[in-house]
Antibody
Framework: QVQLQEAGPGLVKPSQTLSLTCTVS??????????WNWVRQHPVKGLEWIGS??????FYNPSLKSRVTISRNLSQNQFSLSLTSVTFADTAIYYC?????????????WGRGTKVIVSS | SSELTQDPAVSVALGQTVRITCQGD??????ASWYQQKAGQAPELLIY???VRPSGIPDRFSGSSSGNTASLTISGTQAEDEAAYYC???????????FGGGTKLTVL
């Protein structure tokens, strides 16, 4: 059974960098067939795709691209999100999720999410 | 356009059928997938591809697509179906993910 677990600080000050890690169990992030994604959800709002990686490359939401970096640690089977120069608008629940090529790119496994508050 | 448009809110009487729609140009090229999100929970995959339900999803949920519109239909809506529903697709170049704005379903 594949599981994803987000981890990181729940509170970040404005202008600082938000860093989160997603630990994956039950599947290897270095394998073919999947995109590994970050998605966020602002309070009482919808889902916003942040970015993803796969053997095909790393892709970012154009609206966040200047501030986002997604990296991976294959030995730890983890991937990470770095979001620079945060503002109050970056307060959200952050999810990591797997997107399966053989399910017509459906997000078949999600982490439980981690809440991040940007506040001074 | 890479946007997916959903009605913000829909209501349905208990036991009745409701259709939730998602519109966007990229739906002409890529399948939509549908997600249910209950309060305080992560989204859950409901439908993918051409009307495929993952194991454990009740058969009252079904999907369809025509042109630039994808639809999620709930037949015999139950009280526990009250939730937010999101569609998702890849954008026209296939490299980016797009979510619809979500539809909040109220069961009366």
């Amino acid at each position: 059974q594949v599981q994803l677990q987000e981890a990181g600080p729940g509170l970040v000050k404005p202008s600082q960098t938000l860093s989160l890690t997603c630990t994956v169990s039950g599947a290897a992030i270095g394998g073919n067939g999947f995109y590994w994604n970050w998605v966020r959800q602002h309070p009482v709002k919808g889902l916003e795709w942040i970015g993803s990686f796969s053997p095909a490359g790393i892709f970012y939401n154009p609206s966040l691209k200047s501030r986002v970096t997604i990296s991976r640690n294959l030995s730890q089977n983890q991937f990470s999100l770095s979001l620079t120069s945060v503002t109050f608008a970056d307060t959200a629940i952050y999810y990591c999720a797997r997107e399966a090529w053989d399910l017509q790119d459906a997000f078949d496994v999600w982490g439980r999410g981690t809440k991040v508050i940007v506040s001074s | 356009s890479s946007e997916l448009t959903q009605d913000p809110a829909v209501s349905v009487a208990l036991g009745q059928t409701v259709r939730i729609t998602c519109q966007g140009d990229s739906l002409r090229s890529y399948y939509a997938s549908w997600y249910q999100q209950k309060a305080g929970q992560a989204p859950e995959l409901l439908i993918y591809g051409y009307n495929v339900r993952p194991s454990g999803i009740p058969d009252r949920f079904s999907g369809s697509s025509s042109g630039n519109t994808a639809s999620l239909t709930i037949s015999g809506t139950q009280a526990e179906d009250e939730a937010a529903y999101y569609c998702k697709c890849r954008d026209s170049n296939g490299n980016h993910v797009v979510f619809g704005g979500g539809t909040k379903l109220t069961v009366l």
